[in-house]
């Protein structure tokens, strides 16, 4: 199993391959972070993206006029990060920052948080540090989104070992073939899993990347946003944000 830096350092390398295009991808995280986030802050103001990853939502907001700050753990990213924004005449404030050292470089208007962030966090002390650290980065009365995969269904259907639907992506570069597998350890009650991401790229070469979650459910989300001081915290499902996992939004008093 990969550690979350070094996987993501792999990931770097193949991870926009899962969509058409990366000009397609941020068009999507315009559509659904983006718009959601214009309903408190406005564009020209200052938007930290922590688990930025290779950019993709960093470029929609960029794209949509926000002062953006990303950061992330893995350096690879980072450089594509900076490689893709580059590429579109777009700039970013990027830093290579651990969400859990608490890294300097707040206060922002809004943080976002999406994809696996807090899953990443493998322990529930763990997941609450990362939240206390974003409420810190944010100015008073600043939105705070959260992206998070739909565990509380997870943890009901799934058994010991689990794979998700195949998903066939063409893109300039060839084609991707993507499925997941997760195993729990024990049972999906126990929480923590292992979470194997197979790519076959262009039918020929398959990459594998392993690595370690804790599942935590909107409930618990919500528990942990209030006692870090957030207020107005409710959720949104894909179908009325377009995004594909569900979202919170919360404010800062």
């Not at 990969?2 to 068009?27: K, M």
């Not at 597998?181 to 398959?206: F, M």
Request: net charge positive.
């Amino acid at each position: 199993m990969t550690g979350i830096s070094e996987a993501y350092d792999v990931w770097a390398d193949c991870y926009e391959r899962l969509y058409p295009s990366v000009d397609r991808a941020s068009h999507e995280h315009r559509r659904s972070i983006g718009r959601k986030l214009e309903e408190t802050v406005s564009p020209g103001r200052r938007v930290i993206e922590v688990g930025c990853g290779i950019g993709l939502c960093t470029i929609a907001l960029a794209e949509l006029g926000y002062d953006v700050v990303g950061i992330d753990i893995s350096g690879a990213s980072l450089d594509r990060a900076r490689g893709l924004l580059g590429e579109r005449g777009l700039s970013a404030e990027l830093h290579r920052e651990d969400i859990l050292n608490s890294p300097e470089v707040g206060p922002a208007d809004a943080v976002i948080g999406i994809g696996s962030l807090l899953a990443h966090m493998t322990t529930r002390r763990k997941q609450e540090a990362a939240v206390r650290a974003m409420a810190d980065m944010l100015e008073p009365g600043g939105t705070l989104l959260l992206g998070l995969h739909d565990y509380a269904t997870l943890l009901v259907r799934e058994r010991d070992d689990a794979f998700t639907p195949t998903i066939h992506v063409r893109h300039a570069r060839g084609e991707t073939i993507f499925f997941q597998r997760r195993r729990w350890r024990g049972n999906p009650r126990s929480r923590v899993h292992r979470c194997t991401h197979y790519l076959i790229l262009d039918k020929k070469r398959l990459r594998t990347i392993t690595m370690q979650s804790r599942a935590i459910t909107q409930k618990e989300v919500t528990e942990i946003l209030t006692a870090a001081g957030l207020r107005d915290i409710h959720w949104l499902p894909p179908a009325e944000t377009g995004y594909y996992q569900p979202l919170c939004a919360a404010r800062k008093t």
